[in-house]
Nanobody
Framework: QVQLVESGGGLVQAGGSLRLSCAAS????????MGWYRQAPGKQRELVAA???????NYADSVKGRFTISRDNAKNTVYLQMGSLKPEDTAVYYC??????????????WGQGTQVTVSS
């Protein structure tokens, strides 16, 4: 089994910054792609940023230039540095990972989510 645990959410004023972390643990052989998604009330979950095992990155247009995704392979952790936050960034942020387990099966799963609230 693989577990994903997010941390770092909270309440911040517009223009502020937050750093989210997501640590993967369990029966991990290799972590392939990792990503951050978010879901605001009444809206569908959307991709925010993703990073491959080779550290190639992809961002939603709405966060380009403001958010940075990175990963620490030694710690099985992915980060999302969020800057110049806007009220429309308010959402529950979820970590997602594509993992090859030690049993050489594929796990694709989600963390429990962390709330980010940006006040105006």
């Amino acid at each position: 089994q693989v577990q994903l645990v997010e941390s770092g959410g909270g309440l911040v004023q517009a223009g502020g910054s937050l750093r989210l972390s997501c640590a993967a643990s369990g029966s991990i052989f290799r972590i392939n792609a990792m990503g951050w998604y978010r879901q605001a009330p009444g809206k569908q979950r959307e991709l925010v940023a993703a990073i491959t095992s080779g550290s190639n990155t992809n961002y939603a247009d709405s966060v380009k230039g403001r958010f940075t995704i990175s990963r620490d392979n030694a710690k099985n952790t992915v980060y999302l540095q969020m800057g110049s936050l806007k009220p429309e960034d308010t959402a529950v942020y979820y970590c997602n990972a594509d993992v090859t387990t030690k049993a050489i099966t594929t796990y694709r799963g989600w963390g429990q989510g962390t709330q980010v609230t940006v006040s105006s």
